[in-house]
């Protein structure tokens, strides 16, 4: 019982990373195209190219993880995990842009 809470916490953790990872890639983009952040010509066009991919690996790996009988809180990992760590990497990449001073 005590592991299964726990388990919840930390999917629960994972999913709220999600979201917030996602709303800074979304704020950064926004002022971006905005030309207030700086950001490569080809983001916009990237950032649509990059969703059909995570959303696939992500459907996939959550399909299989129900098919395979996976507890509810494998299923909500293996769905958020490819999505999470492309907002991460995304994040990063575009914190380090900065303002846009020129």
Known sequence: MFE???SWQRSMLQLGSLVAESQQVIAYRTLGMAGIWSVCPTETTRMVHEKGPAFMQSWWGASRAAMDGA???RVLDAWTAPLE??????RKRLARRGLNLG
Do not use: G, H, K, V
């Not at 760590?85 to 995304?90: I, K, Q, V, Y």
């Open 71 to 73: 507890a509810p809180d």
């Open 85 to 90: 760590r492309e907002a991460r990497s995304n």
């Open 4 to 6: 299964d809470t726990l």
